[in-house]
């Protein structure tokens, strides 16, 4: 029960953590001083302090979309291990459970954006959905690629022991941490494929949709972000570590500093894409989730390629 414990304290340090990691490193990047390390759990605290206000357009699915967004998301993180730990929930088949989670997280904002009556807050509701549908095709395909390599459906089976691997898997699984890091980018709405700083509508994709939600509401969102990057970037560690030191020592500052900085510096060094290129770059991830797959069964097949 210690490991249990131990495991859900780390993943959420480094839920909390990524944010700020992000953020010291575009602000040291960009030669600014930049706000505090923890400046994203003030501000959250600060909206759980404040009341919510609702448009007379809004029903009660606009109000319970926020719990529904982070109880979704919070259920899918307790079953994440990190490296060798034993994660608090878990049972055979649970890689697709926690997909659905998710995606059911993303159907309920979806469906509390459209519910405002809101058309900004509509076509961010249609790209999120597109998006969404584009990328969980590589998010199943990266987890059937470490199932197929450990031989598991759950987390905590895949995760629960180092692998004996040589030089091609590794490259593989090193590969499947890539499109994480990647899923993680899309499914938090940052650059390239979104940027959480802008404020103009016809151009935003995750924040449009939130723009009718304020106070307490809003809090569940942001925690509800942290959470989802964390299950992605301790997966995405969890491949690496596999490869090299697979110890929660290992697994844990990796997933925050090499995720957080790798992010940052995609945020500093390259601009949004356009909206009609998301799909395309989207679709790049999926099919190379899809090459990363075929490959890693004709390695585990002993199949010359």
């Keep these: 029960m210690l490991v249990k414990l131990l495991n859900t304290l780390l993943m959420v340090v480094v839920a909390l953590s990524i944010t700020g990691v992000i953020n010291r490193t ?13 400046q994203h759990i003030y501000n959250v605290n600060l909206l759980l302090r404040k009341g919510a206000v609702y448009s007379t357009t809004t029903t009660a699915l606009f109000r319970i979309a926020p719990v529904v967004y982070l109880g979704a998301t919070l259920l899918a993180f307790l079953f994440i291990p990190i490296a060798d730990l034993e994660p608090l ?4 088949g649970d890689i697709v459970f926690v997909a659905y989670l998710l995606a059911l997280s993303r159907v309920a ?7 405002t009556g809101s058309s900004f807050e509509g076509m961010g509701a249609a790209r999120e959905a597109l998006y969404g549908a584009l990328v969980e095709p ?7 690629t470490l199932a197929l390599f450990c031989g598991y459906s759950s987390f905590a089976d895949i995760f629960a022991t180092a692998q004996e691997l040589n030089m091609n898997l590794t490259i593989v699984l090193l590969l499947v941490a890539y499109v994480f890091v990647v899923i993680m980018i899309i499914e938090a709405g940052r650059v390239p494929v979104d940027d959480p700083k802008t404020h103009l509508e016809l151009t935003m994709i995750h924040e449009v949709m939130c723009l009718d939600y304020s106070g307490v509401d809003m ?3 942001h925690i509800a972000g942290w959470l ?9 560690a969890n491949a ?3 490869a090299f030191s697979f110890h929660w020592w290992f697994a844990t500052p990796l997933a925050i500093l090499a995720t957080g900085i790798a992010i940052g510096v995609v945020e500093s060094f ?3 894409n356009k909206l009609s290129r998301n799909a395309t770059f989207i679709l790049t991830i999926v099919a190379m989730s899809a090459l990363v797959l075929l490959t890693g069964f004709l390695l585990i097949q002993n199949i010359e390629i």
């Design 138 to 144: 590589a998010l199943m395909m990266g987890m059937a």
């Design 109 to 115: 904002i979806v469906l509390a954006a459209m519910d």
């Design 219 to 221: 809090a569940l969102i």
């Design 240 to 242: 690496v570590a596999v």
């Design 270 to 272: 390259r601009a949004r």
């Design 228 to 236: 989802k990057n964390a299950i992605f970037a301790i997966i995405a």
């Design 26 to 38: 575009r602000a040291l990047l960009a030669g600014r001083k930049g706000i505090r390390f923890l």
């Design 89 to 92: 929930l878990s049972f055979h």
